[in-house]
């Protein structure tokens, strides 16, 4: 059975930083993609950032340059280093996987205060 636990939200002042893990564990035929989605009160689940087998990355515009995404294969695990964190970046952040289908987290809350 496939699980995935994210760690490390919680609450910050604007300006702070904040690190979330995501460890898969179970049996995977692969693992491609891995990534973070957001989803703020009210509002509807949109795309934080992703990495790929390639090692390749990507962001949403809005956090560009204060997030950064990264995976360690060997671990089964996605990281997210946030940095310079915004009141609107508050959140429950999931991780997903990608392999032959996609793999979603219980999500984190984080919270920027200002």
């Known amino acids: 059975q496939v699980q995935l636990v994210e760690s490390g939200g919680g609450l910050v002042q604007a300006g702070g930083s904040l690190r979330l893990s995501c460890v898969a564990s179970?049996?995977?035929?692969?693992?491609?993609?891995m990534g973070w989605y957001r989803q703020a009160p009210g509002k509807q689940r949109e795309f934080v950032a992703i990495t790929t087998s390639d090692g390749s990355t990507d962001y949403a515009d809005s956090v560009k340059g204060r997030f950064t995404i990264s995976r360690d294969d060997a671990k089964k695990t996605v990281y997210l280093q946030m940095n310079s964190l915004k009141p609107e970046d508050t959140a429950v952040y999931y991780c997903?996987?990608?392999?032959?289908?996609?793999?979603w987290g219980q999500g984190t809350q984080v919270t920027v205060s200002s």
């Open positions: 179970g049996n995977f035929f692969s693992i491609n993609h």
């Open positions: 997903y996987v990608l392999s032959t289908k996609v793999y």
